[in-house]
Nanobody
Framework: QVQLVDSGGSLVQAGGSLRLSCAVSGMITSLDDMNWYRQAPGKQRELVATITTGGSTKYADSVKGRFTISRDNAKNTVYLQMNSLKPEDTAAYYC????????????????WGQGTQVTVSS
């Protein structure tokens, strides 16, 4: 079992920066991807950034060049550094572990953090 605790959300002005943290307890396997999702009011939850156990990263087009996902294996923590924030980045941000059932990656299940609110004022 994996438990995730998100933190770091706040109110910030446009152009500012924030760093979100996700403290992970429980075993992380080589079949786990670590993700940050966000959900704005009235919108679907969207994938923002991914980091694999091998360190590969992917980003949504809307945040490329502004957000950076990283992990500190010694601290069992995943981070999302957010720079040049825009009002449209306002959302609840959720840490996620997607555990693939095999290397084929045809089926998976998820663990979620409780979410942390980011509000960007114009």
């Amino acid at each position: 079992q994996v438990q995730l605790v998100d933190s770091g959300g706040s109110l910030v002005q446009a152009g500012g920066s924030l760093r979100l943290s996700c403290a992970v307890s429980g075993m992380i396997t080589s079949l786990d991807d670590m993700n940050w999702y966000r959900q704005a009011p009235g919108k679907q939850r969207e994938l923002v950034a991914t980091i694999t156990t091998g360190g590969s990263t992917k980003y949504a087009d809307s945040v490329k060049g502004r957000f950076t996902i990283s992990r500190d294996n010694a601290k069992n923590t995943v981070y999302l550094q957010m720079n040049s924030l825009k009002p449209e980045d306002t959302a609840a941000y959720y840490c996620n572990v997607r555990r693939w059932r095999s290397i084929v990656r045809a089926s998976s299940y998820d663990f979620w953090g409780q979410g942390t609110q980011v509000t960007v004022s114009s």
